[in-house]
T-cell receptor
Framework: GAVVSQHPSRVICKSGTSVKIECRSL??????MFWYRQFPKKSLMLMAT?????????EQGVEKDKFLINHASLTLSTLTVTSAHPEDSSFYIC???????????FGPGTRLLVL | DQQVKQNSPSLSVQEGRISILNCDYT??????FLWYKKYPAEGPTFLIS?????DKNEDGRFTVFLNKSAKHLSLHIVPSQPGDSAVYFC??????????????FGKGTKLSVKP
């Protein structure tokens, strides 16, 4: 149980284009979903927290207009990297948690490469 | 300033022996701690957790110990297996702190189990 999927697993795009990453909880309803970014040899950095049906809460330093997050249902959250630049190249990971539970279950991650 | 610290970036252990991964935290308000295992280019996998009201939690080969006075926790893996080779992340959170379950991660320790 508690399976989270992400799509796509890998994407290469041109600078200036937008990329959408989907995160789905497959066998449970996720009241809260989280988006992380991992730089090489660094820990996971929380980018934003989203609750179904409400606006995402962004961490300090994360541009909300650049990283658009939509949590339209209890099983789906999307992260759109708008006008991507090479410095946005990274490994993006989502996680989901069930109401009243602290444990977050992570997706497999999406490798983004912006050329 | 890092609130969760994993001071050993790497650890090498012989198969069959015990692996001990350490984690220190600075925020005494943290009341829930988790360990995740991560392979390259994959999302973290939840391993085991512990509430601050306990000092030990065991699940199969994995045991987590919590020393609140020292603000220290450790993950013991015994016996270690080559398949345990991965990066292990320690994470902490405040259950009732209004942080929506945000996890604060350490930088990870890379465990190598040699046959």
């Amino acid at each position: 149980g508690a399976v989270v999927s992400q799509h796509p697993s890998r994407v290469i795009c041109k600078s200036g284009t937008s990329v959408k990453i989907e995160c789905r909880s497959l066998d449970f309803q996720a009241t809260t979903m989280f988006w992380y970014r991992q730089f090489p040899k660094k820990s996971l950095m929380l980018m934003a927290t989203s609750n179904e049906g409400s606006k995402a809460t962004y961490e300090q330093g994360v541009e909300k207009d650049k990283f658009l997050i939509n949590h339209a249902s209890l099983t789906l959250s999307t992260l759109t990297v708008t006008s991507a630049h090479p410095e946005d190249s990274s490994f993006y990971i989502c996680s989901a948690s069930i109401a009243s539970q602290e444990t977050q279950y992570f997706g497999p991650g999406t490798r983004l490469l912006v050329l | 300033d890092q609130q969760v610290k994993q001071n050993s970036p790497s650890l090498s252990v012989q198969e069959g022996r015990i692996s001990i991964l350490n984690c220190d935290y600075t925020n005494s308000m943290f009341d829930y701690f988790l360990w995740y295992k991560k392979y390259p280019a994959e999302g973290p996998t939840f391993l085991i957790s512990i509430s601050s009201i306990k000092d030990k939690n065991e699940d199969g080969r994995f045991t987590v110990f919590l020393n609140k006075s020292a603000k220290h926790l450790s993950l013991h893996i015994v016996p270690s297996q080559p398949g345990d080779s991965a990066v292990y992340f320690c994470a902490a959170t405040l259950r009732y702190g209004g942080s929506q379950g945000n996890l604060i991660f350490g930088k990870g320790t890379k465990l190598s189990v040699k046959p």
